[in-house]
């Protein structure tokens, strides 16, 4: 046996240690190829710039980012487990280079494996993962390549964070201390010390970041609390502050607080001295102190990719309802006064709409531009006029005295009280002539989004008198039942009529902003997908690392309290309320975390995302506990060899 | 020839608490000699072991092996030191779970770099000396303790060292398997002449020696020799420990 054979076969006999390590690799490997693959396809490089491919080539960049940690972190826990064997072969005589060199040549020959089973599994799938990208992208579709770019890519990638793992992780093996590395890491000994100040300043941290990401929504219930929302408003990065509190919060909450509740469990004697409530009380103190680290990576894991997938889960499917937002009406041409051929113009929208057998409604509305001493341009329409639309919009109709204005938003998202514009008590039109005051605010948008910025409803008798009109346009919005259809109209419309022509005329259509919001939508939620997806594999993995860490140390614990008289029934319930805390203690906080962070993305969206986050936080419980139920059938049947002597 | 000498040796361990583990302990092992070493539990017979072994350093004192002092080598030369000079046989066996009997065998001449020819020889030979040449193809959890200790002895004599270790070599075994691998120990010194330092608590296996070493609170005792007969020399133990003041208990705990 040569020292190569040697760590040959220290892999290749152990590979239930190995097996979740390399099958995770597999899998990071796996994804990273498929997203190569897309990249690297003839179609999408050819569109070298484009939004596509920056979306893949950064999702790229956060698989790799994610790899590194990932392998990181399993060798770590590889190495941990492994400690007394490496005590004996120092013991033996093993130089500590020689262990450095053992310890490479196992991880490159997994890391190796691991690269090319990634990439032929990946192969085999590329079909598949390019026929997606292609139906989410309308490109017709993404034929099949022989991708040797990315195959070179993800080979090349691996293999450095193969080498520079194997090459750094050995140092971290103690290899000064072969008493330590022999009794292996049994400390159950020593006190669990906790700090209550901490412990506070968890909840307080955490408090603090929800009541940060919520503070948008707290606003007009109580004057005190006003305040507060306003200066947190004007704190500079309010998202900065408020993740690394919610991030620092986590990490005392294992640390510190977890522990002080167990303390209180252990205090309760009622409690704590039931049956086996003691055993995995006291148990838990240890694994949830020894853990900490993990069990806080795997929150913030969980966390972000619980946050990713509702996130684009949520904009894909409320895509629709912003588009009817944010284009009230299907088409809305808008002329000038100089544009000469308005007429005409009209005639070819409403004959092109015809031939193609569409029914639609027309609402002309006049709009005047002038400008206020504060050189902002003001933008007045009558109240016949708007009542006309508000009538399609299904909104209440307004009757407005002589004196009176009502301002209307000009984005979809507006706040009355805080808006400039919108909070304005009083208007005054040709520089002062006319002074109104304003009477309200209308719900929507009766345009669309950006169009007619500090619109103001007048009285048609005011309208009338005003004298100051810089420009009079005249805006056509149609209202058109089927418009899902309308793609093709108004590809031959662009045709005609172009994008519009600067000072004369311009128009804007639903349909083209929902087929563009839609992909690029889409393209998220594909993406966003697969990076949730590996990271929650990964927060599972490190989990599943950690358990079989310890399994040698539990292993002795429990063939003593078998001795004792603990039956099999007993100790299935002590370790699997350990295992049940260490699966789901991290899920219910990332789910919290996620809430509040879709609470923040929600101020963005015009629509409520609640149902969307519930179903992607119930997929999740439903992996987590298949997960759990997995593992601890595993774990159990270990356990169950040893002690059913 | 002095093979180890021990002089002045202690061990304080703690830094708040001290705990003296080791006193001034001074001591000479001749080549070819097979002493054991003796004393109630905590009373830093592990620990004296330990510095022999290479692996914790003494506080105070020095330890020469072969006339070279292995603390003062750097960590690269101590491990050669040790993979050469050593060998070492554990309670709890310490085989690698991974390798196959024979792999676990031949592992410090494959950490040496030692010629596939040469351990396959070696291998061999030390099989057939200690009788297990037909369980060389199995793995360590099919086998049974007996030849598990064989086996870690196997390993630790295959590179003929200076100086054979061995921390309670029998104290996981039954008493016929004790007996085998003590009969082996004798056998093996006898015939290849490899000085043995073996710590034990079981006055059984400490009478195969030439030599025995009593120590007490971390502090040197008594030092019996062995005459002609093992069974006299087993009472002689017998009547040292019960002098050294462990109770009759602490004597047989081992058979558990």
């Not at chain 1, 507060?228 to 909450?253: C, K, N, Q, S």
């Not at chain 1, 519930?614 to 356990?639: D, E, H, Q, T």
Request: aromatic letters at 12%.
């Amino acid at each position: 046996m040569t020292f190569r054979q040697f760590a040959f076969n220290n892999v290749k006999r152990n590979t239930r240690v190995y097996l979740a390590y390399f099958l995770s690799s597999v899998f990071t490997i796996m994804v990273f190829f498929s997203f190569a693959v897309n990249l690297f396809h003839p179609v999408i490089a050819s569109r070298r710039g484009g939004a596509i491919e920056l979306i893949l080539g950064q999702t790229e960049v956060a698989i790799l980012v994610f790899s590194v940690l990932f392998v990181f972190i399993s060798v770590n826990a590889f190495l941990k487990v492994r400690s007394k064997e490496f005590g004996i072969l120092l013991i033996l005589g093993m130089s500590p280079k020689q262990l450095r060199r053992l310890v490479f040549l196992e991880n490159m020959l997994i890391g190796c494996v691991a690269i090319i089973v990634g990439i032929t599994i990946g192969l085999v799938f590329s079909k598949l993962f390019l026929m997606l990208l292609s139906s989410l992208l309308s490109y017709g579709s993404l034929s099949f390549y022989f991708p040797v770019k990315a195959i070179l890519l993800t080979a090349g990638v691996f293999i450095l964070i193969f080498l520079g793992i194997s090459a750094i992780t050995p140092r971290i093996i103690r290899t000064n201390s072969i008493i330590t590395l022999l009794k292996g890491v049994k400390k159950a000994n020593r006190e669990i010390k906790f700090s209550i100040i901490q412990s506070l300043a968890a909840l307080l941290l955490l408090g603090s970041g929800y009541f940060m990401a919520l503070s948008p929504k707290l606003y007009d219930l109580n004057p005190f609390l006003d305040r507060v929302v306003l200066f947190i408003e004007r704190l500079p990065y309010t998202e900065v502050i408020l993740t690394t509190f919610v991030v620092i919060g986590t990490y005392l909450f294992f640390s510190q607080l977890s522990i002080l509740v167990l303390h209180r469990l252990k205090e309760n004697k009622k409690f704590y001295l039931k049956k086996t409530n003691m055993l995995w009380v006291s148990d838990l103190i240890y694994r949830i102190r020894d853990n900490t680290r993990m069990l806080f990576l795997v929150t913030v894991l969980s966390a972000v990719a619980f946050t990713a997938i509702t996130g684009v889960y949520a904009l894909s499917s409320v895509v629709k309802d912003e588009s009817l937002k944010d284009n009230p009406f299907a088409l809305t041409f808008t002329s000038y006064s100089s544009n000469a051929h308005e007429e005409e113009q009209i005639k070819i929208i409403e004959e092109m709409l015809d031939s193609h057998g569409f029914k639609y409604e027309k609402y002309k509305s006049e709009v005047i531009k002038q400008t206020a001493k504060d050189n902002q341009p003001i933008h007045i329409i009558k109240q016949s006029d708007y009542n006309n639309r508000a009538a399609a919009l299904g909104l209440e109709q307004e009757v407005l005295d002589k004196d009176q204005a009502l301002m209307v938003p000009v984005y979809v998202r507006f706040d009355p009280k805080r808006d400039k514009t919108l909070s304005q008590k009083n208007i005054a039109l040709d520089n002062g002539e006319i002074n109104l005051e304003v009477a309200g605010v209308a719900p929507k948008v009766i345009f669309y989004s950006g169009l007619f910025r500090n619109l103001v409803v007048v009285s048609d008798e005011t309208y009338e008198k005003i004298k100051n009109i810089q420009e009079k346009y005249h805006s056509y919005s149609y209202d058109i039942p089927d418009w899902l259809n309308t793609l093709e109209v108004t590809e031959k419309l662009r045709e005609e009529l172009g994008v519009g022509e600067p000072g004369r005329y311009y128009w804007s259509t639903r349909i083209e902003g929902y087929i563009l919001e839609n992909q690029n939508k889409k393209i998220f939620l594909y993406v966003g997908f697969f990076l949730g997806a590996i990271f929650f594999l990964g927060a599972g993995s490190f989990l599943y690392f950690r358990l079989y860490t310890d399994l040698n140390q539990e292993k002795d614990k429990y063939i003593g309290l078998a001795k004792i008289g603990l039956s099999f029934q007993e100790m299935k319930r002590v370790a699997g309320i350990q295992i049940a805390v260490l699966f789901f203690v991290p899920y219910i906080l990332a789910s919290i975390h996620t809430y509040f962070a879709i609470a923040v993305l929600q101020t963005v969206l015009y629509s409520s995302v609640l149902k969307q986050f519930f179903v992607v936080i119930g997929a999740f419980l439903m992996l987590n506990i298949i997960y759990y139920f997995s593992v601890r059938s595993r774990y159990l049947n270990y356990l169950k060899g040893f002690t059913v002597r | 020839m002095e093979i180890l000498k021990l002089k002045h040796i202690s061990k304080i361990y703690g830094e708040r608490v001290q705990h003296s583990a080791l006193q001034d302990i001074n001591l000479t092992i001749e080549k070819g000699e097979f002493v054991g070493i003796m004393g109630p539990s905590g009373s830093g017979k592990t620990t004296l072991l330990n510095v022999i072994s290479t692996i914790d350093p003494p506080t105070s004192g020095e330890v020469l092996l072969n006339g070279e002092n292995p603390y003062k080598l750097e960590s690269s030369q101590l491990a050669l030191f040790r993979r050469r000079k050593l060998g070492f046989v554990f309670q709890d066996f310490n085989l690698i779970d991974t390798l196959t009997i024979g792999e676990n065998i031949v592992l410090p001449l494959t950490l040496d770099g030692h010629q596939v020819s040469t351990m396959d020889k070696k291998l061999q030979e030390v099989a057939q000396r200690l009788n297990i040449e037909n369980i060389l193809t199995k793995r360590t959890y099919e086998i049974s303790g007996g030849q598990a200790q064989r086996t870690a002895i196997a390993r630790a004599i295959i590179h003929s060292p200076l100086l054979l270790l061995a921390d309670e070599p029998t104290g996981n075994l039954d008493s016929k398997a004790a007996k085998d691998v003590m009969v082996l120990f004798e056998k093996i010194n006898r015939e290849t002449g490899v000085t043995t330092v073996m710590v034990t608590h079981d006055p059984k296996s400490a009478s195969y020696c030439h030599r025995v070493i009593f120590i007490k609170d971390g502090r040197f005792y008594n030092e019996i020799h062995r005459g002609d007969s093992r069974r006299k020399f087993y009472q002689q133990i017998l009547d040292v420990l019960s002098l050294l003041g462990g109770e009759a208990d602490d004597l047989s705990a081992i058979r558990l």
